[in-house]
Nanobody
């Protein structure tokens, strides 16, 4: 019913920038919250940033001032602009969509994308 497709990951030097995109497709009527999480090797998945349909945002302290989350509700797409990247930002970044209302009337909670690798070299 729903698919989340992430793009924009890659290898970048410390201090560089990357922009991640996540497009939700399928029989979607609306999505309440979308966000990005990340998981580094040997660590638990952690929140990076979230944004609601009203564009209220929440950031992890470690990325405040460096990362910016935004979304295009018409395209069901969320973006993560990452600036001043550090080696410790290296992780697989996962897109999340919560409280998806579909046109079939089925609601989906806590839906994940496949992840995109971000590697920051020192």
């Amino acid at each position: 019913q729903v698919q989340l497709v992430e793009s924009g990951g890659g290898l970048v030097q410390a201090g560089g920038s990357l922009t991640l995109s996540c497009a939700a497709s399928g029989r979607i009527f609306s999505i309440n919250a979308m966000g990005w999480y990340r998981q580094a090797p040997g660590k638990q998945r952690e929140l990076v940033a979230t944004i609601t349909s009203a564009r209220n945002t929440n950031y992890a302290d470690s990325v405040k001032g460096r990362f910016t989350i935004s979304r295009d509700n018409a395209k069901n797409t969320v973006y993560l602009q990452m600036n001043s990247l550090k080696p410790e930002d290296t992780a697989v970044y996962y897109c999340n969509a919560d409280r998806i209302a579909t046109i079939t009337g089925i609601n989906i909670s806590n839906y994940w994308g496949q992840g995109t690798q971000v590697t920051v070299s020192s």
